[in-house]
């Protein structure tokens, strides 16, 4: 739930581990601003597990060669890039 004007960061990805959960693949992916975790497990309606940091917890998932940055990092990046002086014109 979320007060007025704000809105909700929900995972990027959500794969469920419950029991009896068919086979997926998730590889190759650029995530970014996944403040909840970028690939989640779910059983039914509860979180378990961020997959992305326990890639082969579960025997029917795949995950792997994913990039994830979070929304705080990716606001860092920015910033300090625009604050780079520009660099000198080669002669």
Same mark, same amino acid.
């Given at each position: !739930?979320?007060?007025? +004007?704000e809105?909700?960061?929900?995972?990027?990805?959500? !794969? *469920?581990?419950?029991? +009896?959960? @068919?086979?997926a693949? =998730?590889t @190759?992916? !650029?995530? #970014? @601003?996944?403040?909840? +975790? &970028?690939? =989640? @497990?779910?059983?039914? &309606?509860? &979180? =378990?597990?961020?997959?992305?940091?326990?890639?082969?917890?579960? &025997?029917?998932?795949?995950? #792997? +060669?994913?990039?994830?940055? #979070? /929304? /705080?990092?990716?606001?860092? #990046?920015?910033?300090?890039? *625009?604050?780079?002086?520009?660099?000198?014109?080669s002669?």
């Open positions: !739930m979320t007060s007025e +004007g809105t909700e960061t929900l995972p990027m990805f959500t !794969m *469920s581990v419950a029991n +009896g959960a @068919g086979t693949i =998730v @190759g992916n !650029m995530i #970014s @601003g996944a403040a909840k +975790g &970028a690939i =989640v @497990g779910m059983d039914f &309606a509860r &979180a =378990v597990t961020d997959l992305e940091r326990e890639p082969t917890r579960f &025997a029917n998932l795949q995950v #792997s +060669g994913n990039r994830v940055r #979070s /929304a /705080a990092r990716l606001a860092v #990046s920015w910033s300090t890039r *625009s604050q780079r002086p520009a660099k000198a014109p002669p």
